[in-house]
């Protein structure tokens, strides 16, 4: 029974019975109403009509609740619940035209709900065999009729009500069928997208970790030359003990360049998922200050922190230490000598924003498309890693970091996160270290 079924989903099916359940609820709710309005014209039908009348609207609520917690995934079961629906439908549709026992009443509008059932589903063989048995119903109540009635008048009203269940399948099973169509080619064009989405991430990324390698290549060798070249002078026997100590000086200094960029690589490569506990903002702030104390005085810059004392937030706290402490070093590497750098939080909408702003000059236009790429970097020196460690830590937090403000005597980068962890994130963090 399942194959006139053939290319329908069982949660589409599940939707479409659903839907065709409340259509006759309605039509059940609308004919005991009519009988109730015109009961002193027509008379009122006997107790058995009421009876079956209820007693199918009371299955087909019961039905509906019985769908709705159905398993989708049970296409069998929605399968024969479908034709079953239609054979009782076309059978409560005749019963209650019999019962009522009016001539000109037979409950079109009923036998159209199975009808229309058949058309958007079955194959044409199928609609019309249902076709062919609800004008049978139809003419059968005509012959159930009492003598007195005029019998032509009523086969040939009938007849009509027949053609007009042959038109609304023909249309209807067009219409599906049309439809069908489309969603087939919609879906093999979704796949046909997915599939070059996940060839163009993939190509993506290998050239990204191109670009990543290329990059690393380029910032190993410079210190790399360096220490070679270095070495090699140290040991011409011609130098004296003053260039060997100046060469030394330059092995070591580009030594721990490297030192830091496989350091500042490794955090970059090495994202760890957060591991989240409610944590005191000022008191992280205040943190990530001291750190900094001693390059804070070198440089000759102060550092206000700027937070209410009582906000917290679900955050990986060592992670936002790191994040911030990039921001904070970046800030006083531009910082005018004697000026202050702000660190200042604040909670707005469920969200946390975390800002360090320095008085240094703005990034360059052209740089502030990349500057949260890996080894892009403005100033001397720099690995170019920092800023892209910070987005990762901002991203696995479900937030991300933006350069908010880039004027003239104001440098203001944003970590914007959410204040509290959600529900399905809680399920997965890892406990607290």
Known sequence: MQALLPSIRPERLRR??????????SVLAGIALVHALFAPALGTPPPAFFIVLGGRFGMQALELLWLQGLDPGDRRVLALYSHAAIVVNLGVAFLLSYLAGLPDSHYVVLTVV???????????WAVALVVA??????????????????????????????????????????????LREQQAATERHLEQLETTRDQLMREERLGAVGRLAGALAHEIRNPVAMIVSSLGM???AAASGLERAELDAIIREEAARL????????????????????????????????????????????????????????????????????????????????????LHAA?????????????????????????????????????????????????????????ER????????????????????????????
């Open 133 to 178: 048995a609800a004008g049978g119903l139809t003419f059968g109540e005509v012959a159930l009729l009492p003598r007195h009635v005029n019998a032509a008048s009523e086969y040939f009203e009938a007849a009509s009500v027949v053609l007009i269940y042959a038109m609304i399948a023909t249309v209807v099973a067009t219409l599906a069928r049309d």
């Open 114 to 124: 199975p009808v229309l059932a058949a058309a958007f589903r079955y194959r044409a």
């Open 234 to 236: 140290s040991g011409h």
């Open 259 to 342: 030192e830091r960029l496989t350091a500042d690589f490794l955090d970059f490569a090495r994202q760890r998922p957060p591991s989240r506990r409610p944590t005191s903002l000022a008191t992280a702030l205040g943190y990530v200050a001291g750190l900094a104390q001693a390059r804070l005085a070198e440089a000759r810059l102060a550092v206000r922190v700027d937070c209410p004392a009582g906000l917290e937030a679900s955050i990986d706290p060592y992670q936002i230490h790191q994040a911030l402490l990039n921001l904070l070093l970046n800030a006083i590497a531009v910082a005018p000598p004697g000026s202050t750098i702000v």
């Open 16 to 25: 479409q019975e659903v839907a065709l359940i409340q259509l006759n609820l």
């Open 406 to 433: 880039n004027q003239p005597g104001g440098v203001r980068f944003t970590l914007d996160l959410p204040l509290a962890l959600p529900q399905e994130a809680a399920v997965g963090a890892h406990p607290d270290r």
């Open 347 to 403: 909670a707005a909408d469920g969200r946390i924003r975390i800002a360090v702003e320095n008085a240094g000059p703005p990034i360059d236009a052209a740089d502030t498309e990349r500057i949260f790429e890996p080894f892009v970097s403005s100033r001397p020196g720099g690995s170019g890693l920092g800023l892209a460690i910070t987005r990762n830590i901002a991203r696995a937090h479900g937030g991300d970091v933006v350069l």
